[in-house]
């Protein structure tokens, strides 16, 4: 069984993932990325990639899927560059599993 695949950004930073059969949605306006991302979710999608521009606006949702094992998604950066929204993530769930940041550069 394989899983689908999908990836939520610019067209720029998401066309390179269109030569490995992942279904890619481009799109520009940040306020219909939360309406593209339930779709994907209800379509049955279990492994998503997401632009950090366009995921920052709705993490409160993606975040209802952080305890879901069946979806699984996974930040990344645009065209433009990284924010840093995929490290504090990262460093926050880090802390939250050994209680302590390993991974501060202080």
């Known amino acids: 069984m394989s899983a689908k695949i999908a990836a939520i ?3 720029i930073s998401i066309m390179p993932f269109k030569a490995f059969g992942v279904d ?3 799109h520009t306006p940040a306020e ?5 991302f ?3 979710v209800a379509k049955g999608y279990r492994i998503i ?3 950090e521009r366009l995921a920052q606006p709705i993490m409160e949702t993606i975040s209802e899927y952080d305890t879901v094992p069946s979806v699984s998604v996974t930040l990344i950066p645009d065209s433009m560059g990284d924010t840093g929204l995929s490290q504090k993530l990262l460093r926050t769930m880090i802390i939250r599993a050994v209680g302590a940041d390993t991974i501060s550069e202080e």
């Open 38 to 40: 339930s779709d994907i």
């Open 9 to 11: 950004g610019d067209s």
């Open 24 to 26: 890619t949605y481009a």
């Open 32 to 36: 219909m990325t939360e309406a593209v």
């Open 49 to 51: 990639y997401i632009t």
